[in-house]
């Protein structure tokens, strides 16, 4: 399985971002993709999960509101639509991916696949 993330970079404070996981090298139907981000000194963070036959959808209580995880089955893409963007969102952002669904979705240790990171940073 392999994960390229892309769709990072710099937006003022309210500003939005869309964010995409290409996902390549497995039938996903039944995988479970997630974003998380790592802010610099900080533990790497769950931000929303999803389970690929859409019957799944989870998100951090720091995103909820702001935050849409979606995918194209024909692309096989993930994205994150991040609307009204604060400084504090700024991180590194990775996609991860799993073979199933799991309840404890928010751990990073539960994903096998990861992709590369990308920037995102808020400014004030």
């Known amino acids: 399985v392999q994960l390229q993330a892309s769709g990072g970079g710099l937006v003022q404070t309210g500003g939005s971002l869309r964010l995409s996981c290409a996902a390549s090298?497995?039938?996903?139907?039944?995988?479970?993709l997630a974003w998380f981000r790592q802010a610099p000194g900080k533990e790497r963070e769950v931000v929303a999960a999803?389970?690929?036959?859409?019957?799944?959808?989870a998100y951090a209580d720091t995103v909820k509101g702001r935050f849409t995880i979606s995918r194209d089955n024909a692309k096989k893409t993930v994205y994150l639509q991040m609307n009204s963007l604060n400084p504090e969102d700024t991180s590194v952002y990775y996609c991860a991916a799993r073979s199933s669904w799991t309840t404890n979705w928010g751990a990073a240790s539960e994903y096998d696949y990861w992709g590369q990171g990308t920037q995102v940073t808020v400014s004030s």
């Open positions: 090298g497995a039938t996903f139907s039944n995988y479970a």
């Open positions: 999803l389970r690929w036959n859409g019957a799944r959808y």
